[in-house]
């Protein structure tokens, strides 16, 4: 493993791998750095850095294994395993990642549903039952859980947050629309809904170009 | 409106504007540079910044005035007006979205709900029928739809995407796992969570420091 490893090259691995496995889905064989990067729509010398950062691949001139990258690549990030997840807020969008087929298929499994309503505590989520979030440092070690999915919302985050880390937990899937401060060694990544839509707002609203709507300056 | 305004710029006036309507809850008043940067987990110097690329804001010494700015913001995103959204995948994702008090908080509204499924097509969804995504660009004209919210499988997002685009659609929210291609002007904003989860992983398999697991070359 390299010290340094960018979080745009973490990305585009992710992306490589799903083309990868569509092309071994469709009969695998070979492929090459130019091929990888046209379906990822990066460069061919993009596509050799990021994998030469984790050793080599592939034979000068013959390009990949594609089965084989596949494989590769799923090591890198740590996807050879699985993970257990506990989800923490049991509304909509918790309900909706409980049942997302491709978190599973990536080896995320969901071992405890956590809220802090009476009136969906006891309710059956396939083979769970909704725990009352206040045993949540219970539900963790009783499961040994290492990745808390949040979708809480922002006002409760942190404090969830903070009792979880407390009781070991490492990786945080946050989609509460707050910034979480937590402990060198816990890893956060916040999925920004809201976020990525303002964003889109303000393209939308600032970025036309000149050709297409009126300038501004 | 500056020339160039970066990504994490816009991500951090969304976090300020958040931070603001918090204080504006709480009464107001006026906040400081360092305040709120404190809140947002960045440096004072940074919000000056941030914020001077828009135009003077407060006096110096005084801080700001919390709903003058807040408004401010709002405005620099676009949010001081309502956005058509129609959503394409009518499945458990989308269906979270359209029940997402925070979306319809910031003005965007769902006015279309669209699948390819013969049973959801003509289920009610609120006010809304679920329409056959065969007769989307008759959805998008009729109702003057400006954002797309793509929530369908990969392999059909980037069809559902171009006949959007060449209707006229220029801001796509995409939730499908794949790299969409569009014109010029076309605004793409994604979110991945599956690719979250992966850097996660990633994270949590070859990034944790050496003084709480083992070291790794």
Redesign the interface.
């Known amino acids: ?1 390299p010290a340094k ?1 960018s ?1 745009s090259t ?2 585009r ?3 490589y ?2 083309i990868l496995e569509a092309m071994a889905r469709d009969g695998g064989g070979t492929v090459s750095s130019v091929q990888l990067a046209a379906a ?2 990066t460069t061919a010398a993009q596509v050799r850095k990021d994998l030469s950062l984790f050793g080599s691949f592939g034979k000068r001139g013959h390009g990949y294994q594609v089965a084989e990258l596949a494989d590769r690549v799923r090591e ?4 050879g395993r699985d ?1 257990r997840v506990a989800l923490v807020g049991a509304g ?2 918790g ?3 409980f ?2 087929a ?2 599973r298929r ?3 499994h969901i071992v405890a549903v956590l809220d802090v309503d009476p009136a969906k505590i006891g309710e059956r989520w396939g083979t769970l039952a909704v725990e009352d979030v206040a045993s949540l440092e219970a539900a963790l070690e009783r499961e040994g859980v ?2 808390l999915i949040v979708t809480v919302p ?1 006002t409760e985050a942190q404090a969830i947050v903070d009792r979880a880390v407390a009781s070991g937990v ?4 946050n989609f509460a ?3 979480l ?1 937590t402990e ?2 816990v ?1 956060v ?21 000149a ?2 709507g009126d300038t ?2």
Chains 1, 2 share one sequence.
């Open positions: 493993m490893v979080d973490i990305r691995l992710s992306h791998l799903r990822a729509g890198i990030l740590g996807l993970w909509r969008i309900s909706a990642l049942e997302y491709d978190f990536r080896g995320f290492e990745v922002a490492r990786g945080i899937l629309p707050t910034q401060r060198d060694g890893f990544h916040d999925v920004n809904m809201v976020m990525e839509l303002e964003a889109l707002s303000f393209d939308l609203t600032n970025r036309i170009p050709d297409v501004a300056d």
